[in-house]
């Protein structure tokens, strides 16, 4: 059994098998991708909470996506730290923003909350943004969290995007401090049949 692959997925990165500091997307695209001070552990990408980063020259014009994460937060922090962030329509992923334990997707219509899962576990961690309905989901190890968020503005992925910080090098850092195993972007927003389905076919590897 597999994750879903099909012609929507836009970007695939499963760390856990990657290393150095430049290399290549798993998906069809084959995008270049750094490492800034990231360093490599068996189950994924380990990130400092400080200055590291992993810089996605992806770009997509889509107006609905799925961000899909297998992510070993080592803690929850009042200070925000993001775990995604596209210059492009301001989409973040900030973990424990603002309230300690909350998990934020935020666009250009503010910010959607959701509780975030517990530190120091390894969790499944999607995000659903659905363009057409104006909603955006989260989905924590195959299981929906709290209800539907509004999602009022369609945003696309590109500019400087990062994985494990915010995009914009100055000011407060807010740096991931943790570990990814894998990452995936789709250009579309998966069911939640899919969603377990990948929860389900992935969660060997994080046990």
């Not at 992923?93 to 250009?108: E, L, N, R, S």
């Not at 850092?173 to 250009?187: D, K, M, N, S, T």
Request: aromatic share 14%; charged share 15%.
């Amino acid at each position: 059994m597999n994750f879903i692959i099909d012609p929507s997925l836009i970007l695939y990165l499963p760390l856990h098998e990657l290393e150095g500091d430049s290399f290549r997307s798993k998906d069809a695209y084959g995008h270049i991708c750094t490492a800034t001070g990231a360093s490599w552990r068996k189950s994924g990408c380990h990130f400092d909470g400080v200055d590291d980063y992993i810089d996605l020259p992806v770009t997509s014009s889509k107006t609905s996506h799925t961000l899909e994460f297998w992510v070993y937060s080592y803690n929850s922090t009042s200070a925000c730290k993001y775990l995604f962030d596209a210059q492009t329509g301001r989409l973040l992923i900030g973990w424990g923003a603002d309230t300690a334990g909350k998990f934020g997707v935020y666009g250009t219509s503010g910010w959607a909350w959701f509780d975030s899962p517990s530190a120091n576990n390894w969790h499944h961690v999607v995000v659903t943004l659905d363009a057409g309905n104006s909603k955006c989901k989260a989905y924590i190890d195959g299981v929906q969290t709290g209800g539907d968020a509004s999602y009022n503005t369609p945003i696309a992925i590109g500019g400087t995007v990062h994985l494990g910080s915010r995009y914009a090098l100055s000011g407060t850092w807010h740096a991931f401090h943790g570990l990814v195993g894998e990452f995936r972007i789709y250009g579309r927003v998966l069911t939640p049949q899919e969603v377990q389905h990948n929860h389900l076919a992935t969660k060997w590897r994080y046990q």
